[in-house]
């Protein structure tokens, strides 16, 4: 790389400090205020604020002279988000686990605080649980990936959740109790993953780790599941970090900063 292109990268570099700082401020910001916060000359941040305004990306009161950003970035999101598939995204990793793993991969979103599978992968077997198939609903107690969308549920959610849907027992071991859903729950956040372990179904673990987007709120799950006889849980210890990577390289994908 030449001088003159390592320039124009770190002027580059600056034009995105700028919009991320004026859009961590709470309100409008003065030139000097922008200068310090990026600590580089007045001269600097104005011709980059003023190619900004040019392409209609801030917006300058002309009374307070102060500086914004306009909706434009709003717009352009928008273009962004409508091109992008958490399926196409996913896909390609949960083949890959699936591979990796030698198991059955699922990918699952919440819908009226239940469980839907909106993608899957066959494992060598070709015996997908019957719950996990693509369209199938499954309840959030009961499942790995369930839990995980339970993580972002504050204590009144959490309680309509019981109210509405119940905790009714699939198996001898699924959580049936709101103390032991919340035990379950800490140990989750601490873990960064979550099991079915026989809860759902006799005779099947599953594994999952969330996926975030560019709120920071889980907006899918990725999972790992098999029969019991190969998903012991040294298996699950030597598989985890796998599903969590597929997880998060998922997520910055889907913009989680």
Do not use: W
């Not at 700082?21 to 709470?26: V, Y």
């Not at 950003?69 to 949960?94: N, Q, W, Y």
């Not at 549920?153 to 198996?171: Q, V």
């Not at 759902?200 to 560019?214: N, Q, V």
């Amino acid at each position: 790389m030449n001088e003159k292109q390592s320039k124009k990268n770190q002027s580059v570099e600056k034009v995105f400090q700028i919009i991320e700082i004026m859009a961590e401020n709470k309100g409008s910001m003065r030139l000097l205020d922008v200068s310090q916060k990026l600590q580089l000359p007045a001269s600097t941040v104005l011709r980059f604020l003023n190619t900004l305004l040019t392409f209609g990306y801030v917006y300058q009161d002309e009374e307070t002279l102060k500086y914004s950003l306009t909706m434009k970035f709003c717009h352009i999101g928008e273009l962004v988000r409508s091109k992008i598939s958490i399926l196409d995204i996913a896909k390609p990793f949960l083949v890959t686990l699936s591979e990796k793993c030698h198991e059955s991969t699922c990918l699952a979103i919440e819908n009226d605080m239940t469980v839907l599978y909106i993608d899957a992968v066959d494992g060598p077997d070709k015996m997908l649980k019957t719950l996990q198939r693509i369209g199938k609903c499954a309840p959030m107690h009961s499942t790995g990936v369930g839990k995980l969308m339970l993580l972002g549920y504050d204590d009144t959610k959490i309680n309509k959740y019981i109210t509405d849907k119940g905790l009714s027992s699939l198996t001898q071991n699924t959580i049936t109790t709101k103390e032991l859903l919340l035990k379950e729950l800490a140990s989750i956040r601490t873990l960064g993953y979550a099991l079915d372990n026989e809860e759902c179904e006799i005779g099947a673990r599953c594994l999952a780790a969330p996926i975030k987007d560019y709120t920071g709120n889980t907006t899918a799950c990725i999972s790992v599941s098999g029969p019991v006889s190969r998903m012991s849980m040294d298996k699950i210890n030597s598989i985890k970090d796998y599903v969590k990577e597929a997880a998060e390289i998922i997520s910055i994908r889907m913009g989680r900063i």
